[in-house]
Each structure stands twice: as C-alpha cells, then as structure tokens.
Antibody, heavy 127, light 108 residues
Framework: EVQLVESGGGLVQPGRSLRLSCAAS????????MHWVRQAPGKGLEWVSGISWNSGSIGYADSVKGRFTISRDNAKNSLYLQMNSLRAEDTALYYCAKDGVYCSSTSCPAGYYMDVWGKGTTVTVSS | EIVLTQSPGTLSLSPGERATLSCRAS???????LAWYQQKPGQAPRLLIYGASSRATGIPDRFSGSGSGTDFTLTISRLEPEDFAVYYCQQYGSSPGTFGQGTRLEIK
C-alpha cells in the first residue's frame, strides 16, 4: 500500500524556522516527483513546491519562493520542506503528495498532478 | 501564473441528479494538463481525473471530465450520497501549478 506520512509541524513564532518531513513507502520513491501542498484553515488548496525524482527540477509558489526549500533523500525515501522566515499566512495543514507520472529521465519536470496524498501536518505561525 | 476560476461556488443537488462543475482558466492550459480532486471534511484530497478526461484508478465511471484550452468540466452523472464534498481543479501545464478555489457540492 502506498503511504505518505508527514511530520514536523507545530506552533512557531513569526520569523522562525521549521522543517517538515514526509516518509514514503509502498512505491519506488525515486521514480516519481513529489509535492508539498498546503491548506489554510477553512480555505482551498495551494501548491507550495515540487521536486523531480533526481532533484534536477524544483519549483515553488511565488508566496514561498526565497523562504522555503524543498529537498529529498532517495536513500531514505523521504521528502523535506525547510521553511524559514515564517509568517502568519503560512499557517496551514501541509500535505505531502506523490506525483502521478512515472518519470526517471534526467530531464523530468518538477511534477504534474498528485495521485496519492498524506494526511498532513499542521503548521501554526503565531506569537 | 494561470488563475483557475471554478463555478458555481456552491451547488445544491439531490442524490440521483446530474452535477456539472466548471473550471475556467485565465489562459490556455497546455496539453490539457488539468486534474480534478475531491475533498471530504477532515480528509486529504483524492485524485479523480487527470489529463482533463482520464479517470484515476478506482474512480467510478459516473465521474467524467471534459474540455480543453481554457474551459473544463467535471460531470457526475448520478449523484451518490458519498459524492457530496468539495471539488478542486488544478492545472499542471505551466509552473507554478495552480488550483481553483473549489466548488462545494451539497445535498439539497
């Protein structure tokens, strides 16, 4: 069974940092791009960042560019999101998601659509 | 970035009826790279449709997607009680990928 389990969320003060992790299992992790998607309380979905299987292609939403860094460790089947300079508007449930397209060439994009989602980890930015 | 506008914001229908949800893009979505997701309260989103019209694994055939360019539609042919949820479209043809604001499908 394909499974994604996020961790690392919590309450953090504005301006501080937090690192989210996502543990993947049940599929060949390094055959797929991965994504982070967030959902503010009572709001819709917002794509945050995506990374290709070999980290060769990375993309960010404008709202987090320069503050957040996505990375992956294929040996550990893990995805990460380093979040710096956090703001109140970053408060959300953060989902890790697997890309739906198999791509293992050297020039894969940073992802397409998301076919498997974790349950999410909550980040609250408040003083 | 491409802005997706979903309509209506809320759709009130009864089980057994047909639902038609719209997603309009501010510019053409390349290669019909459009997906639809369903989200129920307290749950993660679930992929329904990708490539504008391809059903994801395990999705009942009462769900269908259509459209191209800037106009896309999700149709649920006969609503079942479990179909009442929020639906989002997402374009992945250009970076950054973007979601629509969602359509809430509620029981009338």
């Amino acid at each position: 069974e394909v499974q994604l389990v996020e961790s690392g969320g919590g309450l953090v003060q504005p301006g501080r940092s937090l690192r989210l992790s996502c543990a993947a299992s049940g599929f060949t992790f390094d055959d797929y791009a991965m994504h982070w998607v967030r959902q503010a309380p009572g709001k819709g979905l917002e794509w945050v960042s995506g990374i290709s299987w070999n980290s060769g292609s990375i993309g960010y939403a404008d709202s987090v560019k320069g503050r957040f860094t996505i990375s992956r460790d294929n040996a550990k089947n893990s995805l990460y999101l380093q979040m710096n300079s956090l703001r109140a508007e970053d408060t959300a449930l953060y989902y890790c998601a697997k890309d739906g397209v198999y791509c293992s060439s050297t020039s894969c994009p940073a992802g397409y659509y998301m076919d498997v989602w974790g349950k999410g980890t909550t980040v609250t930015v408040s003083s | 970035e491409i802005v997706l506008t979903q309509s209506p914001g809320t759709l009130s229908l009864s089980p057994g009826e047909r639902a038609t949800l719209s997603c309009r893009a501010s510019q053409s979505v390349s290669s019909s790279y459009l997906a639809w997701y369903q989200q129920k309260p307290g749950q993660a989103p679930r992929l329904l449709i990708y490539g504008a019209s391809s059903r994801a694994t395990g999705i009942p055939d009462r769900f269908s997607g259509s459209g191209s360019g800037t106009d896309f539609t999700l149709t649920i042919s006969r609503l079942e009680p479990e179909d009442f949820a929020v639906y989002y479209c997402q374009q992945y043809g250009s970076s950054p990928g973007t979601f629509g604001q969602g359509t809430r499908l509620e029981i009338k």
